[in-house]
């Protein structure tokens, strides 16, 4: 099924504390109407939250609202929202302060989608997970990151959401496999699995380095991780066999798509 990415990207906001916000909304129905024409199914709008840089409240609340917007438009367009506000990795603070700026950012995400009148059962979430600061000093198990992660959600996501579609934001492929197959131990309200670019496409593109010759090897290195990933859906990965490669992390600071 086609889905298309509608915001315009991330630019400065002023009077926050060097944040961002996502613009887009100027033209997104009309844009929006014309995708569906087109093809589209679903969309997709990705703004950032950074924890060292605060985060403000002004760019919490702005994050939430330009979600939300983005969200009733899409609706109204026949096209389901991918409502992804990332906190990104950065910075060295421990698990309990990213729960609770997880927390404060999916309030207001949810407050202003109902505030919007947008249908929860025709939306899915792509929420980063809830680890420490990729440079705090102790890493976290993937039980620990389940919990945390599991806790903030049923804190805040109603069950009338039916999907959360985690993404990786600079883990490891096997750390996000893992923390994927964690959360899938026991039921949840919603289906939790996974959107992934990095952790999904890393070890497939150095495998191919866009070369013919390498095209078959890529494509064997793409089911390696689909197949995991696929597993740990359903929280039956078992870890087994995975590359060195697969296993380093990618977090870069500052990192930008
Ligand atoms: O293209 P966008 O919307 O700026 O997002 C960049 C990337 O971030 C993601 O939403 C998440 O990526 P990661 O799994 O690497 O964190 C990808 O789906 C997307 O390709």
Request: charged share 20%; proline share 7%.
């Amino acid at each position: 099924m086609p889905g298309i990415k509608v915001d315009k990207g991330l630019v400065p906001l002023p009077g926050s504390n060097n944040e961002s916000w996502c613009q887009g909304l100027d033209g997104l129905a009309s844009r929006s109407a014309e995708y569906y024409k087109q093809g589209a199914r679903f969309a997709k709008w990705r703004t950032v939250v950074s924890i060292p840089c605060g985060p403000s409240a002004l760019a919490i609340k702005e994050a939430a609202w330009g979600l939300a917007r983005y969200a009733a438009i899409s609706q109204d367009n026949g096209l389901v929202p991918i409502v992804e506000p990332e906190i990104l990795l950065d910075g060295d603070h421990p698990i309990e302060r990213t729960l609770d700026v997880a927390e404060r950012v999916w309030a207001e995400v949810f407050y202003y989608l109902a505030q919007n009148n947008v249908v929860f059962e025709g939306i899915l979430l792509k929420p980063s997970m809830v680890t420490p600061g990729a440079e705090h000093k102790n890493k976290a198990s993937p039980e620990t990151i389940a919990e945390f992660t599991l806790k903030m959600l049923k804190r805040r996501v109603p069950p009338s959401v039916p999907g959360i579609m985690f993404l990786s934001g600079g883990q490891s492929e096997v750390e996000a496999t893992l923390n994927l197959n964690a959360m899938n131990q026991s039921p949840n309200p919603w289906h939790v699995s996974f959107s992934y670019a990095r952790a999904l496409q890393n070890s497939v593109l150095k495998t191919w380095q866009g070369r013919p010759e390498n095209v078959e090897a890529s494509q064997k290195a793409l089911l390696v991780r689909a197949k995991a990933n696929s597993q740990a859906q359903l929280g039956r990965y078992t870890g087994e066999d995975e590359s060195d490669e697969a296993k380093k992390g990618m977090f870069v600071k500052g990192y930008t798509y």
